[in-house]
């Protein structure tokens, strides 16, 4: 069965820090990939995604992710955090099979930035 | 902007009672989801449409049955909540075409069940 892994899924990093946040899929074919992030009291929103092309993908507010085919990954990235990136981060994959196609989520990463 | 508009942010619920969760979305997607958020699951596929009176079963459908008959709406009934249905309850929808597949969620609803 296809399945998503979230390496962590509690964070707290100081502010500037670096963060990196690990995710693994398991699907051998085609697929879409996202971080979706959820502040504080708001709307599940797209992070960023990836579908073809340059695996290094730049999301909103100096987030990005790389996909590596051959890890089956999609790690996102920030060079240096700050406080109001505290919030729950999502990845999900979305596998392209013949008569549709399926999304699974991972179970989440809670991110906090201490000030 | 897709909006993606859920009846109620919260619900309170007593054990036995018929509960109807309303989605509207404002872009003509085919697409429409509900899932249910719980600490640590991240997000479980209950049910989807893909076109007005179709719908699938997603992963975890039990106790749960949906309703798609325009297609803006999708809702999502609890036939006799039980305390174990308490959770967040969230709406998303997507279009078919572009390939993106790209979601976007409603605000959620919390539903407590007593």
């Known amino acids: 069965a296809q399945s998503v892994s979230q390496h962590n899924h509690h964070v707290i990093l100081s502010e500037a820090a670096s963060l990196e946040l690990g995710c693994n899929y398991s699907y051998g074919g085609t697929v879409n990939l996202f971080w979706y992030v959820q502040y504080p009291g708001q709307h599940l929103q797209l992070l960023l995604k990836y579908f073809s092309g340059d695996p290094l993908v730049k999301g909103i507010k100096g987030f990005e992710a790389e996909f590596i085919k051959s890890k089956f990954s999609f790690n996102l990235r920030k060079p240096s955090v700050q406080w109001s990136d505290t919030a729950e981060y999502f990845c999900?994959?979305?596998?392209?099979?013949?008569?549709?196609?399926?999304?699974?989520f991972g179970a989440g990463t809670r991110l906090f930035v201490k000030a | 902007d897709v909006k993606v508009t859920q009846s109620s942010r919260y619900l309170v619920k007593r054990t036995g009672e018929k509960v109807f969760l309303e989605c509207v979305q404002d872009?003509?997607?085919?697409?429409m989801f509900w899932y249910r958020q719980d600490p640590g699951l991240g997000l479980r596929l209950i049910y989807f449409?893909?076109?007005?009176?179709?719908?699938e079963k997603g992963d975890i459908p039990e106790g749960y049955s949906v309703s798609r008959e325009k297609k803006e709406r999708f809702s999502l009934i609890l036939e006799s909540a039980s305390t174990n249905q308490t959770s967040m309850y969230l709406c998303?929808?997507?279009?078919?075409?572009?390939?993106?597949?790209?979601?976007?969620f409603g605000p959620g609803t919390r539903l407590t069940v007593t």
């Open positions: 998303a929808s997507s279009p078919t075409s572009g390939g993106s597949y790209e979601q976007y």
């Open positions: 449409s893909y076109d007005v009176k179709m719908k």
């Open positions: 999900a994959v979305n596998a392209r099979r013949t008569g549709g196609f399926k999304t699974i």
């Open positions: 872009m003509d997607h085919e697409n």
